[in-house]
Every structure is written in C-alpha cells, then in structure tokens.
C-alpha cells in the first residue's frame, strides 16, 4: 500500500501534540515535511519524526513534489485562503476546524475542490471515534425509542492566556468557533438531522464570545446546549429518548480529558431497568481521522465529514450569532 505522505502547513501546539504524532502513526500515511520559520519548533516535531524535512515558507511546502497531503493547523482567520492554495497547488487538504467563519466561505471551498479533483475536508475528528459511531447506531436504529431531548456541555478556562487565537477577535477566536462546532455538529452527525428554531444567549469579551447558550430543534426533539471558554473544564452529551437514554462521558477529548465511555440507560419492563456501558479506553480518533483520509484519496472510500457536511453546522453557527442576544 502507497502511504499517503503528509506536509504540515505551520508547527501549532496542537499540531505538535496530536496531529504530528497522529499523521506519522496511522497506517497508510508517512509524515514528510513541515512548514515553519522557527528552528525550535520544528526541533519538537523532529523528536518524534527525525526525518522530517522542514520548509523555511509556507510555499515551498505547497510546491513540494513529494507530498500528496497537506495538514493545516493554522488560526482560523487563515484556513479558507490556504486550504483554496493548497488545492490549487495539486494536493489534498485536510484543515482544522472551523475550515471556514461563515457559511459562504464554503462556495469558495466546494468550487476549489471539484476544479482540483481532491480530498478537501475539515478536522472534525470526532466523527471517526467508534463512541460517536456506537451513539449513533443506538439513536438512529430505534433503541432508545423517540429521541425527545438532546442536551451538550463544553468548556474550558483560557481567560488568563490572553495572547492566545482563541481569545482574539482578529484570528477568528471565541467559544463557539473553537468549541460549539463540537455540540452542535455532534448532534447532526447522531440525528442525522439539522437544526431549527435556534434561539441563543451570549456572553462577550473583548470581541470574542466566552459563553453561548443555545436552544434549537432537531426533528421533533428540543434541544439545549452550552459552551464556554471561562468555566470550569466539563464536557457531556446526552440524547434522551422516550425508551432509554444516551450520555457520553467525554464525548470530545477522548484520552485527554478522560476516558470514552458511553452509557446507554433503559428502563426494565416492570421497574427498575439497567445501565449499559460500552468503553473504549485506546481508541485514537485523530489517528482514524488520517486513516479514514488515507482510505478517500487511495481508495476512493466514501469520507465521513465531507465539506458538506461541516457546511451544515456552519449554518446552524451562523444561525446562532444571528439569533443570539447579548448577556453582557
């Protein structure tokens, strides 16, 4: 099998961390280069990836002959322009969330890709995690009856890290781009549906918002979410039926934050009723990310988050800053 060989346009902390390591360990994909100005960076990615050849610009990775693929970490500010560059360079395009800051942006991105003939896709990662597969399953094949309620948390506390992208209006930062991609688009990828009757409250600072609340519909299920990037670490997803119900214990950050777990609850016929527990304690959802990707561009496998896919929850985002009143 032919690896799919891999540059990285910009050596991110999360690059370096998830990504780098992720790419050089799937199977079918060989990391072969790196974009970055800075000698002590690229130093941290050839810990775990001695051979990696580094490109001193960002255009000279694009024109590298010897990569198919392009990974791009970038601030979100940045993702449409480069990942449209990278495409027309001849190259696959795998790039971060959120690839884009609003829904027409994906105009731009489904037009480059079709002209180009390949894979273009956002890092949705979750996706691949077979936890996110199993809720999915469960939902969608009846066993929880009726789904009548859905109900998401996500945050985290970065108010002291005041330089970082996510707390600059400029470079595209706030809670619901880094974080509210995730409860929102988690949903459609179970439901298989798309929301409506959005309605949301904000909270902002400095141009960025650090907490949204958000209502909506999917189907003929309410649902209530919230996201926040000043609270206390948490993260939990709930999809409540009218015969069981689904929570997913760390439905985002698997291994990071805790452990993949999901509990189906269901209700005996005469009382009682039982809790089911699947785990999945090893499962790497950024390393099935880069095989899955592997799998489209040589096989022709049909990819579980195409473009447009990520442009749906997009809109449902662009719903919610439309919609949402201002907490102060």
Same mark, same amino acid.
């Given at each position: 099998?032919?690896?799919?060989?891999?540059?990285?346009?910009?050596?991110?902390? !999360?690059?370096?961390? !998830?990504?780098?390591?992720?790419?050089?360990?799937?199977?079918?994909?060989?990391? =072969?280069?790196?974009?970055?100005?800075?000698?002590?960076?690229?130093?941290?990615?050839?810990?775990?990836?001695?051979?990696?050849?580094?490109?001193?610009?960002?255009?000279?990775?694009?024109?590298?002959? &010897?990569?198919?693929?392009?990974?791009?970490?970038?601030?979100?500010?940045?993702?449409?322009?480069?990942?449209?560059?990278?495409?027309?360079?001849?190259?696959?395009?795998?790039?971060?969330?959120?690839?884009?800051?609003?829904?027409?942006?994906?105009?731009?991105?489904?037009?480059?890709?079709?002209? &180009?003939?390949?894979?273009?896709?956002?890092?949705?990662?979750?996706?691949?995690?077979?936890?996110?597969?199993?809720?999915?399953?469960?939902?969608?094949?009846?066993?929880?009856?009726?789904?009548?309620?859905?109900?998401?948390? !996500?945050?985290?506390?970065?108010?002291?890290?005041?330089?970082?992208?996510?707390?600059?209006?400029?470079?595209?930062?706030?809670?619901?781009?880094?974080?509210?991609?995730? =409860?929102?688009?988690?949903?459609?990828?179970?439901?298989?549906?798309?929301?409506?009757?959005?309605?949301?409250?904000?909270?902002?600072?400095?141009?960025?918002?650090?907490?949204?609340?958000?209502?909506?519909?999917?189907?003929?299920?309410?649902? &209530?979410?919230?996201?926040?990037?000043?609270?206390?670490?948490?993260?939990?997803?709930?999809?409540?039926?009218?015969?069981?119900?689904?929570?997913?214990?760390?439905?985002?950050?698997?291994?990071?934050?805790?452990?993949?777990?999901?509990?189906?609850?269901?209700?005996?016929?005469?009382?009682?009723?039982?809790?089911?527990?699947?785990?999945?304690?090893?499962?790497?959802?950024?390393?099935?990310?880069?095989?899955?990707?592997?799998?489209? =561009?040589?096989?022709?496998?049909?990819?579980?988050?195409?473009?447009?896919?990520?442009?749906?929850?997009?809109?449902?985002?662009?719903?919610?800053?439309?919609?949402?009143?201002?907490?102060?």
């Amino acid at each position: 099998m032919k690896p799919v060989r891999w540059g990285i346009l910009g050596a991110a902390k !999360f690059a370096r961390q !998830f990504m780098g390591p992720a790419i050089h360990a799937a199977h079918g994909a060989e990391l =072969v280069a790196l974009a970055t100005s800075s000698e002590e960076k690229a130093a941290d990615f050839k810990a775990f990836c001695p051979t990696l050849k580094v490109h001193t610009d960002y255009e000279a990775l694009l024109a590298d002959p &010897s990569i198919d693929a392009i990974y791009i970490p970038l601030p979100n500010h940045m993702h449409v322009d480069w990942t449209i560059k990278a495409l027309e360079a001849g190259k696959h395009v795998l790039c971060e969330k959120p690839i884009a800051l609003q829904d027409s942006d994906f105009d731009r991105l489904i037009t480059a890709r079709d002209a &180009s003939g390949k894979l273009a896709a956002e890092a949705f990662m979750i996706v691949h995690h077979p936890q996110w597969q199993h809720a999915r399953e469960l939902v969608q094949s009846g066993e929880i009856g009726a789904l009548r309620h859905i109900s998401g948390r !996500f945050s985290f506390d970065n108010r002291e890290d005041t330089t970082n992208i996510r707390n600059r209006p400029e470079t595209g930062g706030g809670g619901l781009r880094d974080i509210g991609v995730y =409860v929102m688009g988690s949903t459609r990828f179970v439901t298989g549906l798309e929301g409506s009757d959005v309605s949301a409250r904000v909270r902002w600072e400095n141009g960025v918002d650090v907490f949204a609340d958000i209502s909506a519909k999917f189907g003929d299920a309410t649902y &209530s979410a919230y996201v926040s990037t000043r609270m206390q670490p948490a993260q939990e997803m709930v999809f409540h039926g009218e015969k069981g119900l689904i929570r997913m214990l760390t439905p985002f950050n698997a291994r990071v934050f805790g452990e993949a777990v999901v509990e189906f609850h269901r209700t005996g016929h005469v009382g009682g009723g039982s809790v089911h527990a699947q785990r999945f304690p090893m499962d790497d959802h950024y390393k099935s990310q880069v095989e899955a990707f592997g799998r489209t =561009v040589r096989d022709g496998a049909d990819y579980p988050c195409p473009l447009e896919f990520s442009r749906g929850t997009q809109v449902m985002m662009d719903g919610v800053f439309e919609v949402a009143t201002d907490l102060g």
